[in-house]
């Protein structure tokens, strides 16, 4: 079984929808994060949580909300979807302790919004 | 302005042969260096990583080199395999050890 795993894989949506985005892991890790990919500018930060009651914006948060439910779980939502926001979308989690972690990702969710 | 940068989006190499790819960066206070891999439908995957204070480092068949003063690092792939055929994304962590920092991905391919 997948260590950090994303719920939708794939998912379709129309502008001005709201959508969620959800990740879970079993690494017991208590950093999470929210990437999204876009062709030619890599990976680029969304929201991170250190633990269950820590968020942080990350590089490009605006349009993004997240919830940071439980140590195991991260979601991440998009209140008014807009064509902009079409991207590859990646949880990652790391352990805590030292910077500089190791990060893990999930498989990535692909948004595509109309 | 992308801080880490891939210059290479592609690269095409026969396998047995090196494979040598390529990151720059701008942000003098990044210290701590990643390489990761990514197959298709698959998230990224860590490779290989560097802190500052050396100038290499190797794992078996990956080796990455830091020249911090042209603030420059390379992956260097000996032998290739076409099983390393995929997507690489060099990394960046600053000094704080909060975010990291993407380049833009270069696209490996080994052919047999």
């Known amino acids: 079984d997948a260590d950090v795993t994303q719920t939708p894989r794939n998912r379709i949506t129309k502008t001005g929808k709201r959508i969620m985005l959800e990740c879970s892991q079993t690494?017991?890790?208590?950093?999470m994060y929210w990437y999204r990919q876009d062709p030619g500018l890599g990976l680029r930060l969304i929201y991170y949580?250190?633990?269950?009651?820590?968020?942080n914006k990350g590089e490009i948060s605006d349009g993004y909300s997240v919830s940071r439910q439980a140590q195991a779980k991260f979601s991440l939502s998009l209140e008014s979807a807009i064509p902009n926001q079409t991207a590859l979308y990646f949880c990652?989690?790391?352990?805590?302790?030292?910077?500089?972690?190791?990060?893990?990702f999930g498989p990535g969710t692909r948004l595509l919004v109309l | 302005d992308q801080q880490v940068k891939q210059n290479s989006p592609s690269l095409s190499v026969q396998e047995g042969r090196i494979s040598i790819l390529n990151c720059d960066y701008t942000?003098?206070?990044?210290?701590?260096f990643l390489w990761y891999k990514k197959y298709p439908a698959e998230g990224p995957t860590f490779l290989i990583s560097?802190?500052?204070?050396?100038d290499k480092n190797e794992d078996g068949r990956f080796t990455v080199f830091l020249n911090k003063s042209a603030k420059h690092l390379s992956l260097h792939i000996v032998p290739s395999q076409p099983g390393d055929s995929a997507v690489y994304f060099c990394?960046?962590?600053?000094?704080?050890?909060?975010?990291?920092?993407f380049g833009g991905g270069t696209r490996l391919m080994v052919k047999p």
């Open positions: 990652a989690t790391s352990e805590t302790g030292g910077l500089q972690e190791t990060q893990y």
């Open positions: 690494k017991g890790h208590d950093r």
């Open positions: 949580s250190f633990d269950v009651k820590d968020i």
């Open positions: 942000n003098s206070m990044f210290d701590y």
């Open positions: 560097i802190s500052s204070i050396k």
């Open positions: 990394a960046a962590y600053n000094n704080a050890g909060n975010m990291l920092t």
